[in-house]
């Protein structure tokens, strides 16, 4: 959906919609929607300046990145964005610190897709863990070692440290 900037009206709009995304589109490619993606947006114009307030919502499963076992991760996310016409961008340098977390809009026009799509990727972990604590699997046999313990015989010491092992041990 785009919001064409000159066409706001003096009191802004709220906007209720569904969004759909392609798996492609957000950043983790192994992510897939179970529900889909629900925003609530609320845009108004100040002067030149372009306020976007919104929450999304949805429903993700992910594969844990130790265990590769899916889990799902609920998204309920609030944003409030700040936009300045593209002209503004070339006196970055002179805008105060306030305005840098600013984005800018061209063309004046801005794709609400976009915007939530962009909110949607910043709220995917960077490494997907199904429990913070979760084991992983065995590098020897493969079993979930969240399920049990398993019986193989693993050499958890780094071979890179056996000549410092040695000389601290002369050392003693």
Known sequence: MIVDIDRL????????????????????????????????????????????????????????????????????????????????????????SDDLNSSFYYSRKIDLKEVVLEQLNLTFPVKPLCAEACQGICPVCGKNINSGDCSCVTNNSDSRFEKLKIFLKDKR
């Open 9 to 96: 009206p003096r009191e802004g709009f709220k906007i209720s919609k569904n969004f759909e995304f392609f798996n492609g589109e957000i950043v983790d490619e192994d992510a897939v929607f179970l529900l889909p993606l629900h925003a609530d947006i609320t845009v108004r114009k100040v002067g030149e300046e372009v306020y976007l307030k919104g929450k999304i919502k949805t429903l993700l499963s992910f594969v844990c990145s130790r265990c590769l076992i899916p889990y799902e991760l609920p998204v309920d996310s609030y944003f409030d964005l700040v936009y300045l016409p593209e002209e503004l961008e070339m006196a970055r340098e002179e805008l105060g």
